[in-house]
């Protein structure tokens, strides 16, 4: 086994595992070990590599590949992500799924994979794609909906409040967001979604970097992406996967929390 930072500990693996079976009973035996294949998606992300590139230790590239895109395509890190959420919150005397979510956009410079799908945005004056996220009060990811970086975030309101909705069970009542979201096609979205859309402005005569309420939470989540180098860019061919991949990330970066509740509730 491939000895490195991105091996998970067993603890993390065995949660894990239950979400990344989805072989048929009938199908033949598998050729590589599950676990290994998760280390390498999770070696791939982490150093932004091709997929051809993946290192030898590791198991083929068109392995890795092909049930990378099984898991992306049954949703299972979206699933694996909401479960984390919970075990996170609950012992922090929060509801196991939020109330308040905080909403952004982040565009990423297209590459010659993304190109043909790219857009240009006047604002950061960079073609590509806009990501759109909503993250809970904790950062935590609840949904993404990526783009061509010209369209409008506003225009996107409907489709995340309709995936926070069905993430959570209907739970969130307030969605935090900066002017990019105003206007009545926005609002009424969050509002046919039982959402009550409150924008937050820049304060009037403030210059330079300003630290806003709620709106932070948010972009911190933006610099947790960052440590991640196959999502500094846009190099995937479908949005989907994109957004797949956003999961995944999350939920990499939430297993070692959650893995500490379920040895601390373990240990009680």
Known sequence: MLQCPANPTQQRSGFAASYLTLMDPQAPQREHDLREVFNALRWLIRA????????????????????????????????????????????????????????????????????????????????????????????????VHATPADEQERAQVRTLCEQMQQATGHTVEVAWADQGYTGKQAREAAQDNGMDLQIVKLPQAKKGFVLLPRRWVVERSFGWLARFRRLSRDYERLPKVLSGLHFLVFAVLMLPAAAQVLVSAGSS
């Open 48 to 143: 932004g590599a091709p997929w051809r590139l993946l290192p030898n230790d590791l198991p083929p590239w068109e392995a890795v590949y092909q049930q990378s895109r099984r898991w992306l395509d049954a949703g299972c890190f979206e699933a694996m992500v909401s479960d984390l959420r919970s075990i996170i919150r609950v012992p922090q005397g929060r509801q196991g799924q939020p109330s308040a979510v905080v909403m952004d956009g982040r565009t990423l410079q297209s590459s010659c994979e993304s190109g043909p799908r790219a857009g240009y945005d006047g604002y950061k004056r960079r073609r590509g794609s806009k990501v759109q996220m909503a993250v809970d009060t904790l950062g935590h990811l609840l949904a």
